[in-house]
């Protein structure tokens, strides 16, 4: 098509570049805003499309129509419309195309348009031509600014409305028509191009008012969203009864340059609201539930097609900011992407081609530049379920090695802490064997033959206290430090009443020991028990324990000292001595430091005098201190 200044002129071509022939017809195209100055269908259902043009002569627009490919007559030439409005100094014009609909019901359809204006009050209008009786139809007068129509069955009866969308544009003056551009109106049209109902003025000043139709289970509901983009407020989503009655108002949250509907994977309608700042966000219809395409931040057009036949549409749309093209899966899922170079200027056209040996094929018109795009199944698609079969067995098998390792663990401990105590009742029978325990009674009957009822009454409570501490702490493998001391404490008394007091002892703690803190139990007891048998027994008087427990904050020091004989010369005197008591607590420490994870040493050395004569034992224990709040 192609405008000479005094009539224009439309050539056709096949897909060959063959020219079918060439028509020339009265009037221009200059002047009408939008590039988009015909409509084609098959009005009369041959199988053939026929081609409508829209001319401007002067003041006047004019339809024509070619039929016949081949006939060089056109069908329909310099058909009236109607005047076009000065505008501003000229017409300013814009078609508005809508499908070919039957209104009349005589099987022919008709040719239904609509003319929309800038500044100029009228046309701005909706028309119906039946072609066969050559008559002309026309909506109810108004200067509400169109842009846009889209038609569907709101009433049930099988026959689709005339929705109209609109914006307030505020270039006309209200007092004019009672239906004005100073505000948004829900309008919508019947088959005789009446209202519905009386048109909804759309409270608020709003850049433009999109109506909706949403099927939402086997019903359709119409709803609308109001948005305020040049005014820097929220959208507004209205919802309306059968006769145009608002029924609800929600606000968006968010100041949105363009919306889109798609539907989730259940077929449930969804709102995908732009902005270029905000981002691009897929609401649910209620507006309580949205989730963010973050990868996209302006939306410029959203199609839906069905691409690889699987009966769900796939939502086609173009990312103006990234300059990007995406196809979603049914509810804005799974995006595929392809880069294009494209810019708002661009005149953009968009169509789908079909293929009998591909998929549809996407057909991108961006002005110089055109775009063939397939989509279709990935073929390393089903490798993914081969990559989380792995990760899934990875997981798997790390939670079995995992659970392993903790059983083996929780085995180990359960292990020492059996033989822990194992050694614990070998600790007891050692050391609290029948000989010591009738030595004891024995020292008790002969402080009562003695006549010392005191003596023998604090011995006995001594030699009950040490029972009864077994017997508290049977089931432990730990005690408190106080506990130990005062266990060996009494132990000793016992020892040196037995050898009628052929031995002293004392115990020494220094200031910054804590009395609380957890050590092996019989630890301290022994190795005293140790010196009492090996170092002090064979010395007839004057033997003696010294015990010093001191403290840096880091360590616990324990340190046994006595004056007896040696470890020499008691090794030659072993006697009934097998020395179990000190190998039983030398593994009892090496498992405590496993299980209580505290470092414990135990050091036993030789003390001589200034002649170099072995004059007793030193036994120095280490405990790390261990919090119990770990």
């Excluded at 109209?164 to 919508?188: F, K, T």
């Excluded at 608020?204 to 948005?227: H, M, Q």
């Excluded at 490798?383 to 085995?411: D, E, P, V």
């Amino acid at each position: 098509m192609r405008d000479t200044g005094v009539f224009t002129w439309v050539a056709i071509y096949d897909h060959k570049e063959t020219l079918y022939h060439q028509w020339n017809f009265n009037g221009v195209v200059e002047g009408m805003g939008r590039p988009s100055f015909a409509i084609s269908g098959d009005y009369n259902q041959c199988g053939q499309k026929e081609l409508f043009f829209f001319t401007l002569k002067s003041d006047s627009i004019f339809l024509h129509s070619v039929k016949d490919l081949y006939n060089p007559d056109p069908s329909i030439s310099i058909r009236f419309i109607t005047l076009a409005g000065p505008g501003r100094g000229k017409p300013d014009l814009w078609l508005l195309e809508a499908e070919m609909q039957d209104l009349n019901g005589d099987g022919n359809k008709e040719l239904i348009f609509g003319l929309g204006t800038g500044f100029s009050r009228f046309p701005r209008s909706v028309f119906a031509y039946y072609i066969d009786q050559d008559s002309l139809a026309r909506s109810p007068e108004s200067s509400y600014h169109i842009n846009g129509l889209f038609q569907a069955d709101i009433t049930g009866n099988g026959q689709p409305e005339i929705i109209m969308r609109g914006m307030s544009s505020s270039n006309i003056d209200p007092l004019l028509a009672r239906y004005h551009d100073h505000s948004n109106w829900l309008m919508m049209l019947d088959q005789n191009l009446e209202f519905l109902f009386e048109p909804v003025e759309i409270p608020g000043r709003s850049t433009s008012f999109v109506p909706l139709l949403i099927e939402k289970d086997g019903a359709t509901e119409l709803k609308g969203i109001s948005l305020r983009g040049h005014f820097n407020e929220n959208a507004v989503l209205y919802s309306f009864s059968q006769k145009g009655k608002i029924t609800d108002t929600i606000d968006t949250g968010m100041n949105v340059s363009a919306f889109f509907v798609t539907h989730n994977c259940a077929g449930q309608p969804m709102v995908v609201f732009t902005n270029a700042r905000e981002g691009t966000f897929v609401y649910n219809l209620s507006l309580n539930k949205r989730s963010p395409l973050s990868s996209i931040n302006s939306l410029a057009l959203l199609q839906h097609f069905d691409f690889d036949g699987n009966g769900a549409l796939e939502a086609v749309t173009l990312s103006l900011s990234e300059s990007e093209l995406h196809v979603f899966r049914a509810g804005m899922k799974k995006p595929a992407t392809e880069a294009i170079n494209w810019y708002t200027t661009v005149p953009l056209m968009f169509s789908v081609k079909e293929s009998t040996t591909y998929p549809p094929l996407i057909s991108l018109q961006l002005g110089q530049d055109h775009y063939l795009l397939s989509y279709g199944p990935n073929p390393a698609y089903y490798f993914n379920f081969l990559y989380y079969l792995l990760i899934y067995a990875g997981m798997l098998g790390f939670a079995f090695t995992t659970r392993n390792i903790q059983k083996r663990q929780i085995q180990r401990r359960l292990d020492t802490e059996k033989k822990i105590t194992e050694l614990q009742l070998s600790m007891v029978k050692t050391q609290l064997d029948p000989h010591f325990t009738m030595n004891a009674i024995n020292a008790i009957i002969y402080s009562v033959n003695q006549n010392q009822k005191e003596k023998a009454n604090e011995n006995l409570h001594r030699f009950s206290r040490l029972y009864r501490s077994l017997l508290l702490s049977a089931d432990s493998t730990r005690r408190s430090l106080e506990d130990e001391l005062n266990f060996c404490r009494d132990y000793l008394e016992l020892e040196k009443a037995r050898f009628d007091n052929a031995f002293d002892f004392e115990i020494n703690i220094g200031k910054n020991v804590d009395l609380h803190q957890l050590v092996p139990k019989m630890m301290v007891q022994t190795h005293a028990e140790n010196a009492v048998k090996q170092g002090l027994s064979p010395v007839p008087k004057g033997g003696k324990i010294r015990i010093d427990i001191t403290s840096n904050g880091q360590q616990l020091e324990i340190e046994i000292t006595d004056n007896g004989i040696g470890r020499q010369q008691a090794a030659k005197k072993a006697g009934t001595s097998t020395g179990k008591g000190l190998a039983i607590m030398k593994e009892f420490f090496n498992l405590y430091k496993k299980y209580y994870k505290e470092d414990i040493s135990a050091d036993i050395q030789d003390v001589f005098d200034d002649q170099g004569k072995a004059s007793g034992t030193r036994v120095i224990i280490k405990i790390s201190r261990h919090d119990e709040s770990n």
